[in-house]
Nanobody
Framework: QVQLVESGGGLVQAGGSLRLSCVTS????????MGWYRRGPGTRRELVAS???????DYANSVKGRFTISRGSAVNTVYLQMNSLKPEDTAVYYC?????????WGQGTQVTVSS
């Protein structure tokens, strides 16, 4: 069974930083791409950042220049470095992995940014 496990969330003051991690178990093949999504209070889930197996990245406009996605040395591991955090970044952050037509999700980690 494929499992994605996020960690690194927490409570931080505005302007602070957090680093989210996502590790995968039970997956034989490399994901074609991995990404981070978030769902804030009363909002729909949205893409925050993604990275392909070739290293191409994409970011939501709201986080460009503040967040950085990267892949770890271990297969199917991805990180999200979040700097200059704002209260509007408060959300549950989910890790996602794509392999062909199948999508896998983690359980999410809460990020709360206080003003």
């Amino acid at each position: 069974q494929v499992q994605l496990v996020e960690s690194g969330g927490g409570l931080v003051q505005a302007g602070g930083s957090l680093r989210l991690s996502c590790v995968t178990s039970g997956m034989i093949f490399s994901f074609n791409s991995m990404g981070w999504y978030r769902r804030g209070p009363g909002t729909r889930r949205e893409l925050v950042a993604s990275i392909t197996s070739a290293g191409s990245t994409d970011y939501a406009n709201s986080v460009k220049g503040r967040f950085t996605i990267s892949r770890g040395s271990a297969v199917n591991t991805v990180y999200l470095q979040m700097n200059s955090l704002k209260p509007e970044d408060t959300a549950v952050y989910y890790c996602n992995g794509l392999r062909d037509i199948r999508s896998y999700w983690g359980q999410g980690t809460q990020v709360t940014v206080s003003s």
